[in-house]
């Protein structure tokens, strides 16, 4: 909104050689209203809007955020001059198998690119890949709905009722609703390898062999560099942060004050997974190592022919699966018997889940695989008996959501109907804070809500909301703003 005063704009960049920040900060005065936006270098990045009393009071806010990057080593640059940083892409080679026989597919589904993501709950199978498509699947391979992410899909996480996508964008987006919205935007120099989710908290392993911890209001908590580069597995619980890189598999405290074990493995760790009582790392010296979160001792040991990409376990850890670099699928005993080792007849497995006798693969050549892991079947798969796999295609009318970023792409309405929650914008000094309107919910408490869509005062209708025990709540369902 312009007020008719001289507009100012101010640019920034702070690029560190060797892989550190490589990041923008612009803002912009229009009289009273002060616009922030910062983020990766080439990225549209975050904005925030702040409104001021008097012209005086936004130019003098301004000067003094201007200062503050400036002793942080931010500089005046050009926009454009300087290429955005490339992100890694795993780079994963996938030799034809060497079992003897092949896995009983029962249907596979091509994504049409190199597939990491996966999450499989009651109701659907999601799948993500690097072209930031990310599509949901019922369990017998009908095609539900499709997701249009700005870049790769590095990862896809639950936790609890929300399922989110890590991106090579930088960002984390919230796939609960009909429409995704970027729910986080790590930090420029964070190269994300995987991340997990825990009561809204975001811990993320980079190539760096880092890791690092967001709160719910996007802000920066703790991080910590591990003993070796390459970290792709991180899982959390709520007794501790379990990191796997190229030198093991490190414990620690939620608050990040203390490291609570360190166990290093037979290779470094290219895949995590974890249960109640222990993780499951997948190393490139051909094994799976489970190791007690109490103690990081390590219990088991699951021996393969060759790299592990990935591994999973059925509840419990009653078996432990795992795929190689040679497009071999494992079972083993949970003592580390091997029970079977079959072909997965497309590519090797990037990650994995299980569930349901049914393992659920998304593999190199951008397939989901859904494999018939029952005891019958795979006794008749190891005789050369399988199932014709049924190829899934996509509906050529599907639409595809592309995520949320400006107010304006919310559904507006009028009226709460009833049932719903009210929550309201609130400028909390320098920040825009969402806290509930509606009775019998605690008004202090932040609303963890997408940050493109915040304005001053609106007002905003949501589905449900979730009491954190970080003291905050989550939304639950749509968000449609109130006029």
Known sequence: MSTGCTVSTTYMELSQEGGGAHKFYEIVVDGVVVTVRYGRIGAAGQTQVTTFAT???????????????????????????????????????????????????????????????????????????????????DHDGGVLARFSLPDGVKCLVADDF?????????????????????????????????????????????????????????????????????????????????????????????????????????GGVLFGWQEEKAVYAGTTHRVVQRLSKATGAIEATYTCDSAVYSCATSPGGRFVFAGDAASSV??????????WKL????????????????????????????????????????????????????????????????AGAVTTITQAPAGTIIVECVQDGGRLRVHVVSEGYNPTWNVQFPRTIREPGARYVVDALHAAAGGFYRVRGDIQRLL
């Open 162 to 266: 929300w399922i989110y996508a890590g991106c090579d964008d930088g960002k984390v987006y919230d796939l609960s609703s009909k429409l995704p919205f970027a729910a986080y935007d790590i930090a420029a120099d964070v190269d994300i390898f995987w991340l997990d989710i825990h009561e809204g908290i975001l811990n993320v392993s980079d190539r760096d062999g880092r890791l690092t911890v967001i709160d719910h209001e996007d802000e920066h908590q703790w991080a910590r560099r591990s003993q070796g580069e390459h970290a792709w597995m991180i899982r959390v619980d709520d007794r501790a942060v379990y990191h796997g890189h190229y030198r093991g598999v490190t414990a620690y405290a939620p608050d990040g004050n203390s490291e609570l074990w360190h166990t290093p493995t037979r």
């Open 343 to 406: 072909g997965t007849g497309g590519g090797s497995a990037l990650s994995m889940q299980y569930r349901d006798e049914r393992l659920y693969l998304v593999t190199t050549d951008g397939s989901l695989v859904c494999v018939d892991a029952s005891e019958a079947a795979i006794s008749a798969a190891q005789q050369g008996t399988v199932p014709v796999a049924r190829d899934v295609k996509l509906a050529a009318a599907l639409p595809a959501y592309a995520p949320a970023t400006a």
């Open 55 to 137: 012209p005086e009071k936004a130019r003098a806010a301004a000067a003094k955020k201007v200062g503050e990057k400036v002793r942080k080593g931010y500089a005046p640059a050009v926009r454009g001059q300087r290429a955005p940083r490339s992100v890694t892409r795993r780079q994963v080679t996938s030799a034809p198998s060497t079992a003897r026989a092949v896995a009983p597919v029962l249907w596979r589904f091509g994504t049409g690119s190199a597939a990491f993501g996966i999450h499989v709950d009651d109701e659907r199978c999601w799948v993500g890949n690097e072209a930031g498509d990310v599509y949901t699947l």
């Open 330 to 339: 494992y079972c083993f005993d949970l003592d580390g018997t091997r029970l």
